[in-house]
């Protein structure tokens, strides 16, 4: 039975407030499992090494703003004067490969992508309270107070937003954290809608 | 942090055909885990050491009836003149204290059970195959031929209605599938709907 090669691939939606350790948690199931990241679009210029196509795709202002009127972009959002979109063409080709796609995106962006890309999952990972969350910001020591501030305003506003989500993981203990998020990776994948020819495969 | 206190109980439903090796996958996961099953109502009469409230209810046809008739029953089924259901009151109770439950359900009882407890999650076991599994009932020697030609009858009819579950699981390696089905269990419990207070808990 050859039911694995005519899956469509999962996109998978992970937001986080700042700290909460979702990159920590986003390494352990890259290195676990076979997950594409998309690429943005970008009307920022490049930094350093960052290589058209791999970290970006650099666009000018004009063709984004086009493109974007096309709706071609899953979802978009201006900051700090840029315009960032992820290009929902390269990622339905990927989803039709059968390979799965990871977004880092925030809340935001993944409010825009449940609209456009329906069958995406979203999970959302909470610190275990938003004390801690102010300690592990203020332990990295990369932020003056202002910025502390305003990642708390935004986790608050970000988490009790968060329950329109698929699921909902307290990072307290990283190993508990990653159990559950490595189950809801593993059982959205399971969805019949992304096996359409599985039962067909099944009866012969 | 209280979280775990005030989730909600999961209902959990697992179909599967007969042979595709759902009791020994559940054993699994009522080792792990602390799940409770359902107890259904029945007219059939006792047999041997069931007692009454463990096994089964056991309930006269006429109050069967009167309660199937007041909406009592999550789902219900007459199967060879008895009539078997699934009583929605004790579940309810179970649920909203914070106990998961385990439907040990046909596919249509588990149909009407989606609409009865919409916040049931469904997952459905195949073989890898419809010849794995004549083979397996034939391994079994316990069903003669009639008997194995409606079970893979039956079960061709099941996998082809099996579309609207939120997870296929292939029993072709038991440890995989395994690792699916407990998958499935442990994202299942995440949803923001099971876990209410949460956001709260984490804002403060």
Known sequence: MNTQESRRGLPLVICAPSGAGKT???????AEFSLDFSVSCTTRAPRGAERDG??????????????RDRGEFAEWAEVHGNFYGTPLQPVREHLAEGRDMLFDIDVQGAAQLALTLPEARFVFILPPSLEVLEQRLRGRGTDGED???????????????SHWF???IVNDDLDQAYDELRAFYVASRLHPSLRPRL???VCG
Chains 1, 2 share one sequence.
């Open 54 to 67: 791999v970290e970006y795709f650099f666009l000018s202002r004009e063709t984004f703003l086009e493109r």
């Open 199 to 201: 039962a067909r495969a």
């Open 147 to 161: 910025a502390i501030r305003l990642r708390l305003a935004n986790a608050r506003k970000e988490i009790m937003e």
């Open 24 to 30: 920590t948690l986003v390494n352990r199931l890259t």
């Open 166 to 168: 698929h699921a909902l």
